[in-house]
């Protein structure tokens, strides 16, 4: 198939001469649009009204059939009998491309729309699922999971507006399209603050037959869900981000069966044995909140089987969706020790490629075996993690075998060498495939809470651009993985630049960067334009600036004398820009970047209070860690801060309440928001805690923080530091039988240091 591409041309013209739609205030059109269109094509003809009556003042009306009036200039919005026998004709468009034609006969507008329906059908809430699941497995005599990650997730749709994230929306585009050649802008997702709308009492149209579609079919950015954030969809559809088709691009195997380290395995043959045990990894939870724990798959024979069937019941329930997904989850970092055995374990390639054939064998199969029953279908893969690299084993994949590369252009592609490798590695994909299905899925994580960047402006538009230059023709769309907020974009002073500029290179690669640039300050940020362009330029300057990406690197890019000139610039704009809308702006984009400032002075206090205390100077220590812990912004530096500064209030000041109440704040902090890292440094602070609240015998409190700690995600020294405080508490208490359960359990876990089991048993025979 041949890739698509964005035209952008004048066609032969079908008419003649320019018309109006408004004069001097007044309507002098209509806007037509078929009664029984679908919703996303009613709401583009609401969408031309609402904003040409914000331009001008008038209300051109909405029929459902040409009035016929004299004077009465009719604009079609989305395909109807009368575009076709006017000859605009869209049965050469691919999915979401669109038409613009208009002439002193009539305006037409209208692409390529489709509605994909709920799925699985009646999918209407996340409180469906059970219901779903049971008519699922009932189906197919399987305790399958229901099959909708990466589909259809019922909060991908707005129930104001009565369309999904995943519905192609031609016609809307091309009533956006028309209404950028007017001027109007939708820079920030808010339209009272991020709309620029010109003042124009008449409008008139130039003659044209505009014809476009997207380079990229698949553009899916997620940062929210229309169903909470009514503004976020419409600017996410303002920028033509969207699906010319329903895509499965993350996990599959977890759905075959889906176990959890409290509940019986009933298909131990799926899953991996790791040192007598099967390790739990995580997946994001497909209709939202948090994680849930998945065991790591055993790719073999039974698993594979099991996949086959699932996909070909799959396709036969849902024959709309070209492809499933056999992809392992996330936390998939160990193989089944008889996997490891036979060889599959290849260490010597490093961690992008140590488990690289061992997972694309699993996939290629799965995908030869789909291919007998449902030879036009295909099957995805994820080029992640340890299974990143390109397999050695394989010559060549199956025809219906796809690929979702995984990579992250903010970070990795900031070294030229870097980048060169990245594109290497995707062309060695690409060319062991046959059918051109392969997909890139990108990570915008800069503000999210562990990487360590508060208020920090993430620019990298010229590495977008590159990337997407050099993607056309090879990839057929992407999946953004953004910073996430559940009610709205999150930091959408910082991010919606970046994101504007990505969604139009989608369309274009070779979008002019500078004069976009030029266009967006000038007309968002009015007397300002200046300052916040070399705001943004100053920012995509320190962005590429080599050096670690956490405030904790000793190398890290961002300088003292980077974030001063941030401020100065901002400062300066503030004054320029007032007041008024132009200054709210502004602020909005000054106030998210207020946390930066903090980064030095936590980062020199937490430096400063690790000196002294290595200089045995506990009273200096204390004071700077506390300073630290007052400025930090991000969970990562707080929480490095917390733990150094309860260990000087322990060991150095002998204030064993301190470092309790500091460790337990700590111990707090934990979570998703940080980086693996320090969520050691987490566990490290709980038990901290946990072991002094023994040493001063507060037994209640020390059971209640034994009670937060989840016993199955322990493992190693943690696992028996947790079964040996069960035993102090239990043998404090008088419950010796309690207690010599728990140390027998204790000594019996694995990869403990023998140093602690041998301290556990000096202190049982005491």
Not at 11 to 22: E, Y
Not at 50 to 72: D, F, N, T, Y
Request: charged share 30%; hydrophobic share 40%; glycine share 8%.
């Amino acid at each position: 198939m041949k890739p698509l591409i964005c035209l952008f041309f004048l066609l032969p013209t079908v008419f003649l001469s320019a018309a109006d739609l408004v004069v001097d205030g007044k309507p002098v059109s209509e806007i037509i649009v078929r009664e029984e269109a679908l919703p996303q094509v009613r709401f583009a003809a609401r969408e031309l009204q609402e904003h040409l009556r914000k331009m001008s003042g008038a209300q051109v009306p909405i029929v459902h059939a040409p009035s016929g009036r004299e004077g009465v200039y009719p604009v079609y919005v989305g395909e109807q009998e009368a575009t076709r026998r006017l000859g605009v004709s869209l049965e050469k468009l691919p999915m979401e491309g669109y038409r613009i034609v208009a002439g002193d006969r009539a305006l037409v507008l209208a692409g390529k729309d489709f509605s994909f329906g709920a799925l699985p059908p009646g999918f209407k809430s996340t409180d469906d699922v059970p219901r779903l699941t049971g008519e699922w497995q009932k189906l197919t005599g399987r305790k399958w999971s229901l099959p909708y990650n990466g589909l259809y997730n019922p909060r991908n749709l707005s129930p104001e507006l009565g369309f999904s994230h995943y519905d192609p929306t031609g016609t809307l585009f091309a009533v956006y399209d028309f209404l950028e050649q007017l001027g109007v802008r939708w820079y920030y997702p808010d339209t009272a603050t991020g709309t620029v709308i010109p003042e124009q009492r008449t409008i008139a149209i130039e003659t044209q037959e505009r014809e476009a579609s997207p380079v990229f079919p698949v553009r899916y950015m997620r940062y929210t869900f229309p169903a909470s954030d009514l503004e976020g969809f419409l600017w996410w559809k303002r920028q033509k981000l969207g699906m010319a088709k329903i895509f499965w691009h993350a996990h599959g195997t977890p759905f075959v069966s889906r176990v959890t380290p409290q509940t019986p395995n009933p298909n131990p043959e799926f899953f991996a044995v790791v040192n007598g045990e099967t390790p739990f990894g995580k997946i994001k939870a497909a209709h939202g909140g948090g994680t849930r724990r998945t065991p790591a798959p055993r790719l073999a024979a039974p698993l594979r089987d099991e996949m086959i069937d699932f996909a070909d019941e799959f396709f036969k329930r849902y024959p709309m969706v070209d492809n499933a997904s056999a992809a392992p989850a996330d936390g998939f970092v160990s193989i089944d020790d008889r996997d490891a055995a036979a060889g599959w374990d290849r260490k010597e390639r490093g961690d992008r490629g140590r488990f690289s054939d061992y997972i694309w064998n699993f996939v290629n199969e799965v995908a030869q075996g789909v291919a007998k029953k449902h030879p036009d279908k295909f099957i995805t893969g994820l080029a992640y993690g340890y299974g990143r690299a390109v397999p050695l084993d394989i010559d060549r994949f199956s025809p219906n075998l796809g690929v979702v590369y995984c990579q992250t252009r903010s970070t990795e592609m900031i070294d030229p060498a870097r980048r060169e490798e990245i594109r290497k590695e995707r062309n060695d994909w690409i060319a062991k495939m046959g059918n051109g299905e392969f997909y890139i899925w990108e990570y915008y994580l800069s503000h999210e809470p562990r990487r360590q960047l508060p208020g920090v402006p993430a620019i990298f538009t010229r590495i977008m651009q590159e990337d997407a230059q050099d993607l056309r023709g090879k990839s057929k769309g992407e999946y953004v993985e953004c910073s996430y907020g559940r009610d709205q974009m999150q930091n959408p002073g910082l991010n919606h630049y970046p994101y504007l500029v990505q969604a139009r290179l989608y369309w274009d690669p070779d979008l002019d960067l500078p004069a976009f640039l030029d266009e967006y300050c000038r007309k968002f940020y009015g007397p300002a334009a200046e300052e916040m362009k070399a705001f943004f330029t100053h920012a995509e300057k320190v962005w590429m600036q080599p050096g670690g990406r956490k405030a904790s690197d000793e190398n890290f890019f961002l300088k003292e004398a980077d974030i001063q000139r941030f401020f100065e610039i901002l400062e300066a704009a503030k004054t320029k820009a007032g007041e008024g809308l132009y200054g709210k702006r502004v602020a909005i984009v000054a106030n998210e970047c207020e946390p930066m400032r903090g980064i030095y002075g936590a980062k020199e206090a937490y430096e400063k209070g690790v000196a002294a205390a290595k200089a045995g100077d506990g009273e200096a220590a204390a004071r700077h860690l506390e300073t630290a812990v007052r400025l930090a912004h991000d969970p990562a530096a707080l929480l490095e801060a917390q733990v150094a500064l309860g260990e000087v209030y322990r060991d150095q000041r002998g204030d064993n309440a301190a470092a309790i109440a500091i460790f337990g704040e700590a111990a707090k902090g934990g979570g998703n928001k940080v980086a693996v890292p320090w969520r050691r440094l987490a566990r490290k602070a709980r038990y901290a805690a946990l072991d002094l609240l023994l040493k001063e015998k507060r037994y209640d409190e020390a059971s209640q923080l034994l009670d937060q700690i989840e016993p199955d995600r322990e493992k190693g020294l943690w696992k028996f530091r947790l079964l040996k405080a069960y035993g102090d508490i239990a043998r404090a208490q008088g419950d010796i039988a309690a207690a010599q359960e728990r140390y027998a359990a204790a000594m019996e876990v694995k990869n403990v240091p023998e140093g602690e089991i041998r301290k556990l048993r000096k202190e049982l025979d005491q």
